[in-house]
């Protein structure tokens, strides 16, 4: 067995819950301000992982504070888990596993950035029941204790896993003494059964039951909806149900500060804090927005709420809550100390090693907001290439491995056009080369109150023909999900993304 060279005690405890989504850096740094003890990240599935790689990835935050953050980056180059040092001794990874092998294999891949691993084994939702993993592993305990005990002997971090009770208390108590034998450190019990939802009671007497049968810490999670409004309400749910400590999942998503023992802040400064944390930790804008949106609930359609529907990217969401500057200042700090760095290590910028002086290069970005939203700069070049019977265009990309930036030449007729900013995603570096490429060609490139060649107006004509169509969808979605979301909950139905 390999000794657990990090020990996370899991008694008298405040803890953040798994909740998907929800549980990313900015919502887990916050709680830590806060007053939660321990956070746990969203579920992550075993496979997903599996794929990823871990980068050690330099961000460089406001008022020049350098912070390391360590990213576990998908094969597409998304990010699926980003952590950082702050929280290394206080973060427990939770995974979504039906496999012992995979399990361990996850673990051993995170286990030196984070400080305990979690399995989830009572989440009812299809996503993660039809892969046998979550509350579906509840119904096979031989699977439970394998995958259990292979991760005790193979991590040196602290084992835990998150449960539901069984439809019989003596079947819950059996399984949680056969769980405890696996040597795990903890174990944490939503007192719902698998088919039960947050308006349903939680049941405290079957978690104090476990409670006293065990002699591992057990935490106790479910009482958002009927017990936990206040910090006050946690104590008195751990004393309820006679737990070692407590997670905390809704209450804390709808106001991370349930967790300060001077009592709840304000809702405006509690958003601004997490706003603060998601740009300088780069979080994407799609999470952000959605976190905001289970903050702000009876909220969402007050004119702020409406904002916060439009907003298409950090910066639209940063001033909606009054917060452009602090955009502004941030990124250009952030791009100022990008700069700086890129220059003290030139061997490792990633700058194209070929001979570039034959590419026609201008300073452009691709702003979103600075065009129609049904043309865009590629599909200007793109159209403008058939209509002259030449090559359809030829897009060379390369990401810079120190800032993970992308920069893209594209080759229309033999002539190569490069913009020298570097952007976040490949298609923005590929819009951006687009544009340098039509406007040294002195081309419309779809500006909005540009004059528009007679094929962009045939396909805004098409468009505003079907009014309805999938653009116009695309961007109804976001408010309606809100809405949906709101309704949910209000009625006492399970968020569909959350989880538990």
Known sequence: MIEHSLSLCYRNKLILAPMVRVGTLPMRLLALDYGADIVYCEELIDLKMLQCKRVVNVCLCFLAEVLSTVDFVAPDDRVVFRTCEREQSKVVFQMGTSDAERALAVARLVENDVAGIDVNMGCPKEYSTKGGMGAALLSDPDKIEKILSTLVKGTRRPVTCKIRILPSLEDTLSLVKRIERTGIAAVTVHGRKREERPQHPVSCEAIKAIA?????????????????????????????????????????????????????????EVMQKYIRYAVQYENHYTNTKYCLCQMLREQLESPQGRLLHAAQSSQEICEAFGLGAFYEETTRELNAQRAELLARTPETAGEPAEDTSDVIKMAVKFDRRAYSPQITPKMCLLEWCRKEKLAQPVYDTVQRPLDRLFCSVVTVAEQKYQSTLWDKSKKLAEQAAAIVCLRSRGLPEGRLGEESPSWHKRKREATDQDPEGPRAQEQAVPGELCKKLFVALGSGEESPLEGW
């Open 212 to 268: 006293e049968t065990l002699s591992i810490p057990v935490i106790a999670n479910g009482g958002s909806h009927d017990h936990i409004q206040k910090y006050l309400d946690i104590e008195d749910f751990r004393q309820a149900t006679a737990a070692s400590s407590v997670m905390v999942a809704r209450a804390a998503m709808w106001n991370p500060s349930i967790f300060l023992k001077e009592g709840l802040r304000p809702l405006e």
